[in-house]
Nanobody
Framework: QVQLVESGGGSVQAGGSLRLSCSVS????????MAWFRQAPGKEREGVAS???????SYGDSVQGRFTISQDNAKNTVYLQMNNLKPEDTAMYFC??????????????????WGQGTQVTVSS
């Protein structure tokens, strides 16, 4: 079992930045694919960014060039740096993990472990 705890959410004006953190109870490097998802009210949960072996990353189209996923293996922590935030980025952000099987992806159905989420609100 893997426990995930997100932090770092909050309220920010458009154009601002936030960094989310996901503390993981087990070693992530070479063990799990890690990802961030988000869900706005009335919308489906969508993939934001994922990270895998050797730091390989994948991003959703709407955040490409603005968000960066990274991981600190010594701290078992995954980060999501969010720059140039827009009101449409407002959502609950979730950290997720799955075993290193298959290719790196952002399909929410493939992820087994989820955190409780942290709220991000961007005002115009």
């Amino acid at each position: 079992q893997v426990q995930l705890v997100e932090s770092g959410g909050g309220s920010v004006q458009a154009g601002g930045s936030l960094r989310l953190s996901c503390s993981v109870s087990k070693r992530t490097s070479s063990t799990y694919y890690m990802a961030w998802f988000r869900q706005a009210p009335g919308k489906e949960r969508e993939g934001v960014a994922s990270i895998g072996i050797a730091g390989r990353t994948s991003y959703g189209d709407s955040v490409q060039g603005r968000f960066t996923i990274s991981q600190d293996n010594a701290k078992n922590t995954v980060y999501l740096q969010m720059n140039n935030l827009k009101p449409e980025d407002t959502a609950m952000y979730f950290c997720a993990a799955r075993a290193l099987l298959g290719s790196l992806d952002l399909n929410r159905n493939n992820y087994n472990y989820w955190g409780q989420g942290t709220q991000v609100t961007v005002s115009s």
